[in-house]
T-cell receptor, first 112, second 115 residues
C-alpha cells in the first residue's frame, strides 16, 4: 500500500515563529513532491514543488527533501495568522507519474 | 489567465436522482483529474484524463459514477441514482501534462448534498 503520512495536528505556533510540517512517504522511487495549502471550505492551492534532494526556498516557505529517508518537510518562517490552514503533502506514485498520492494533511493554527 | 472552472458551485438533490458536474480546465492543460473530498477527510482520487488516451478510472467507487472528456476540453462527472454517502465536495484539477513534475491546479469544487 503506497502511503503518504502526515501528523494531523493541530500544530499550534505563535505569530512570528517557524512552523515545521513533516511528511513521510512509503514509495522509495517517488520523483515529485508537492505542498498544498487548503483553507477551510476552499480548494487546495499549490505552495511548493520539489524534485531533488535538499532545500528549496520561496519567500517565507522552504521545502526540504530527503529521498534516502523518504521525508519531505515544509518550513514556514515568520508565521502569520493568515497561514492558519491545512497543509497537504502529495507525492507522485512511483512508476506512474500520472497520479498523486495525498496525505490527509496537517492542520496549522498560528496564534496572534 | 482563467483558472479551473467548475459548475455548479453547489448542488442539492434528492436521493436517487442523477447529477452532472462540469469542469473546464485551464487552457492548454492536457491532463484533468476528478477528486472527491468528504467533510473533514482527505482527497480521494476518482479518475483522470490525458488527451485522447484511455482514462484511468481506477478510483471510481461504483458503476454509478462515470466521467467523460472530449479531447482536452470540458469534462463532466455523472453520478447516477445518488446516495447520501455521495455527499461531498467534488474537486477538479488540471495540469499541463502528465509528467510528474507538473503540479495540479484545482477548481473551487462542487459541493454536492444528497437529501
Amino acid at each position: 500500500q503506497k502511503e503518504v503520512e502526515q501528523n494531523s495536528g493541530p500544530l499550534s505556533v505563535p505569530e512570528g515563529a517557524i512552523a515545521s510540517l513533516n511528511c513521510t512517504y512509503s514509495d522509495r522511487v517517488s520523483q515529485s513532491f508537492f505542498w498544498y495549502r487548503q483553507y477551510s471550505g476552499k480548494s487546495p492551492e499549490l505552495i511548493m514543488s520539489i524534485y531533488s534532494n535538499g532545500d528549496k526556498e520561496d519567500g517565507r516557505f522552504t521545502a526540504q527533501l530527503n529521498k534516502a529517508s523518504q521525508y519531505v518537510s515544509l518550513l514556514i518562517r515568520d508565521s502569520q495568522p493568515s497561514d492558519s490552514a491545512t497543509y497537504l503533502c502529495a507525492v507522485t506514485e512511483a512508476g506512474n507519474n500520472r497520479k498523486l498520492i495525498w496525505g490527509l494533511g496537517t492542520s496549522l493554527a498560528v496564534n496572534p | 489567465g482563467a483558472g479551473v472552472s467548475q459548475s455548479p458551485s453547489n448542488k442539492v438533490t434528492e436521493k436517487g436522482k442523477d447529477v452532472e458536474l462540469r469542469c473546464d480546465p485551464i487552457s492548454g492543460h492536457t491532463a484533468l483529474y476528478w477528486y472527491r473530498q468528504r467533510l473533514g477527510q482527505g482527497l480521494e482520487f476518482l479518475i483522470y484524463f490525458q488527451g485522447n488516451s484511455a482514462p484511468d478510472k481506477s478510483g471510481l467507487p461504483s458503476d454509478r459514477f462515470s466521467a467523460e472528456r472530449t479531447g482536452e476540453s470540458v469534462s463532466t462527472l455523472t453520478i447516477q441514482r445518488t446516495q447520501q454517502e455521495d455527499s461531498a465536495v467534488y474537486l477538479c484539477a488540471s495540469s499541463q501534462n502528465l509528467g510528474g513534475n507538473q503540479p495540479q491546479h484545482f477548481g473551487d469544487g462542487t459541493r454536492l448534498s444528497i437529501l
